[in-house]
Every structure is written in structure tokens, then in C-alpha cells.
């Protein structure tokens, strides 16, 4: 169904609403409702590129077409064109176990705090991984891996959890300023990790703040591992890797220190990833295919929302925004986005055969729940090469009334988030993917 006018699918009963989370978005907020669609009969007719054609007109008709053809040329385009390229090869990795403790959530779990070294310097650029474990588990556990907004200290109250010593966002209701972490913001996001469920039902936990790896302000690229990778006062290529594409390449190496964990098990770790987060967990399951599911929480523009339906959050608004983020090359698209080459069903499209959950919410409307759902819906014949099963319409689910299949979706009630009855469907799917 590619090519189709999406304009008629008509939203009913959704609130307006827009949240604007975190950083920058102040500068968003100073303009008028009228200068972004809310509004389905807006949406202008789009053409998404053929998943399933190749560059030279190759159709792809089986496993391997996609796999040494297809797919390279994805993964190729989105590199050259939306998130720059990662790093090449890897680098030595040095670690340091920060703290352990055998009796944290009341006994239920083992606590491990890992720093991550990316160079010989101790000081230099680092990372630090929490890691919960369910107390007494006898063999190396599943488990769910992404980063957090403001600090590992965020999840807990315990006072023995580090408190990060990187860039954060200054937040008044968390008595946060100069962009550093204070003890009286400790447990400020445990509202959206659901660490004892999680641990509770066998799984492991690991998180990272992902300004270890890059903090999230524009400064030209000359902070976090940017800094490894630099090329003196030589001009930043047009198809360097922004924060995303630094962030993904973090939790890969976050990976490789759990290959050799004894309490995890490596071979089923899901990525897991929050509005510009699960931007980054869906770029992080294209690029590393170790990773055995991929989780995509309101990740939006950029993300898991086709672009090309300009809904919402806009290319040249998130560009504008958010310099840092993608790649130079992409800025071309900016109020462009009929002449990009992809659309985000491809993304998606790029973790295929492995299990994939794009999820909503109702109130928010700037990250296009609608195109959500569609993305998710036009990745479906990569899956399909594989056997695997999808959503056989282009008619998303009703609110909190999740679709699982081998792939997943659900829009529940609420704003830009992650809550409990998100983790509630992620828990599920893990059981039937990961187990």
C-alpha cells in the first residue's frame, strides 16, 4: 500500500495536548499551536519508498536479496542521510566495578553500579551502567538496556547509587541547577522504570544516563565520545554521526561489557528507548544486530513516526530544535521531506526478523501516534520475508487495547510518558520473545 493518501484516517476523541519535554523544548514553546498540524485532512498526500525494491530495481523475493542487498542499502541511506555514521571498529574498553549490592529493593534484587572507560584516561569520557539482577538467580538472565534522562540516581532513593557527575538538565521542581545532579532528585524517574516489577518477573535491568556518553546540548560536537573520534580543525563531515548515532554507539559498547557478564545473558538483551531515546533504540537495533528486541516508547519524528505525513513534530522543527542530533546531511530535508530518500518504516524495517514494539500515547499528538502505527504497519513485508507475523491493516487499535504479534503495538491513555501499563505490555512481549 505504499503511495497511499493517508489523509482521510481522521482522529476522533483525542484531547489536544503537546508535551515538550526536557531540554529546549522552551524555545518551541513560544510557538502558536496554528504553526503545526493536528489535523488528519492536513496531512498532505506522501509517497513512502518501496521497502522491498532495490536501488536498481531489484525486487526483493527472499531472505538473502534482503540481507546482502536490500538491507546494506537501507542502513547505507540512513547513515548518509538522517543519522550519520557511528564510529568505526571498536575500541579497548576498560571497566571498574563501582559498587554491589546483594540486598537492593528490599532483597529482591543484586545492584551492580560498572563504570565503562573508553580510553586510558580515567578521567576522560566514561560511562556508568546500573544493573539490577534478580537476588538468587542461578543463570544468566534476560534483560531490558537503555539510558535515562538525568542520572542513574534517578531510579532509587538509596543514597549509595552514584550521583552522575555529568552535564544534566537544569530542572527547578528538582532543585537541579548549573546543569548538576543534587541528592534531593534521587528516585525522580522511578516512576518509569517499574525495577521491581521488571526484576520480579526474572528480568535484568541495565541503565545508563545517556549524557555520560554525550551530553544533550549543541556545542559543536566537542564533548562526550565525540571527543575519541575527532578530527582536529578538519570541517565535520556532512555524514558524521550526531548524539543519536553516539548514544546508539554507547549502548552497543554497553553490550560488549555484558557479553561477558556472568548474570546476564547477553543473547537477549532488548533495547528499550523514550522519545529521543527510543529514537535511539530503534537506530541502536538497526545497527546492532546482537540486540534481541527492539522497544520504541512515543519516540515520534525521527523515530518510529513517518516523516513524511507532517504531523506533528516536523523535520525542520526537530533540526531546529536539536542541531546535534542527526547528521548534517539531514537539514536538507528541513520543510523537504517529499525528497527524502527514506521514511521510518524502513528503520523499523532494519531490525527485522527480530521482535519489535512501537508504542503511543493518546495526548501526544506531536510525536503522530497515527504514524506510529503506520511505520510499524508498512515495515511489515521485511518481516514477512521471514515469516514473521504482523498487522494485516493500516487500522490502528483502539486505546489501551494492545496488538501483539511478532511485532507490537499499543496507544494508551495519558501524555508523553512511559508508566506502568507500558511496562505491563513490555513485560508481556518479552515473555513470549525472550523466554
Known amino acids: 500500500m505504499f503511495g497511499i493518501d493517508h489523509r482521510n484516517r481522521l482522529w476522533s476523541g483525542l484531547g489536544f495536548a503537546f508535551c515538550l519535554l526536557l531540554i529546549n523544548f522552551r524555545s518551541l514553546s513560544k510557538l502558536s499551536a496554528e504553526e503545526f498540524n493536528y489535523d488528519e485532512s492536513k496531512v498532505p498526500p506522501y509517497t513512502l519508498p518501496e521497502l522491498l525494491k532495490c536501488e536498481d530495481g531489484t525486487l526483493v523475493d527472499s531472505i538473502d536479496v534482503w540481507n546482502t542487498k536490500r538491507r546494506p ?10 543519522f550519520g555514521t557511528l564510529p568505526a571498529g571498536k575500541i579497548p574498553l576498560r571497566t571498574k566495578i563501582r559498587s554491589s549490592v546483594p540486598d537492593a529493593l528490599e532483597g529482591r534484587a543484586l545492584r551492580r553500579e560498572v563504570t565503562v ?8 569520557p566514561q560511562m556508568d551502567l546500573l544493573i539490577y539482577t534478580p537476588a538468587g538467580a542461578t543463570e544468566p538472565v534476560p534483560a531490558f538496556m537503555g539510558y535515562n534522562f538525568d542520572g542513574n ?39 518509569r522504570w517499574s525495577v521491581p516489577e521488571i526484576v520480579g518477573r526474572g528480568y535484568g535491568l541495565v541503565t545508563i544516563y545517556y549524557g555520560d556518553v554525550d551530553p544533550d546540548f549543541d556545542d559543536g560536537f566537542q564533548n562526550g565520545i565525540h571527543a575519541l573520534f575527532g578530527k582536529g580543525d578538519s570541517p565535520r563531515a556532512a555524514n558524521a554521526g550526531g548524539s543519536i548515532s553516539a548514544w546508539a554507539w554507547g549502548l552497543s559498547r554497553a553490550l560488549d561489557v555484558l557479553e561477558s557478564d556472568s548474570t546476564i545473558n547477553a543473547k537477549k538483551v532488548a533495547v528499550f528507548g523514550h522519545s ?12 546492532d544486530q546482537r540486540f534481541a528486541m527492539v522497544i520504541a516508547n512515543e519516540s515520534g519524528c525521527g523515530g518510529a513516526a513517518l516523516d513524511k505525513r507532517i504531523f506533528g513534530e516536523t523535520v525542520s522543527r526537530i533540526n531546529t530544535a536539536f542541531p546535534h542530533w542527526f547528521c548534517i546531511n539531514h537539514r536538507k530535508y528541513n520543510n523537504n521531506e517529499a525528497e527524502m530518500p527514506v521514511d521510518n518504516h524502513m528503520l523499523i524495517a532494519l531490525s527485522a526478523p527480530r521482535p519489535v514494539y512501537v508504542a503511543s500515547a493518546e495526548e501526544d499528538r506531536w510525536a503522530d501516534p497515527y504514524g506510529e502505527y503506520l511505520s510499524l504497519y508498512h515495515a511489515g513485508p521485511a518481516f514477512r520475508l521471514f515469516g514473521r507475523q504482523v498487522f494485516e491493516s493500516d487500522q490502528m487499535p483502539a486505546v489501551n487495547s494492545p496488538v501483539q504479534a511478532d511485532v507490537a503495538y499499543h496507544i494508551r491513555t495519558g501524555a508523553h510518558d512511559v508508566t506502568e501499563y507500558d511496562w505491563e505490555q513490555y513485560l508481556k512481549f518479552a515473555d513470549t520473545h525472550l523466554r
Do not use: C, Q
Open 73 to 82: 542499502e537501507i542502513l547505507r541511506m540512513f547513515e548518509e542521510h538522517v
Open 276 to 287: 529521543r531515546l527510543g529514537k535511539t533504540s530503534l537506530w541502536t537495533g538497526a545497527t
Open 153 to 191: 540516581h534517578m531510579l532509587e532513593k538509596d543514597p549509595r547509587i552514584h550521583l552522575t557527575e555529568s552535564w544534566v538538565l537544569n530542572r527547578k521542581e528538582l532543585g537541579i541547577e548549573d546543569h548538576k545532579a543534587r541528592d534531593a532528585s534521587r528516585s525522580g524517574s522511578a516512576s
Open 117 to 124: 572507560y573508553f580510553s586510558d584516561d580515567d578521567h576522560g
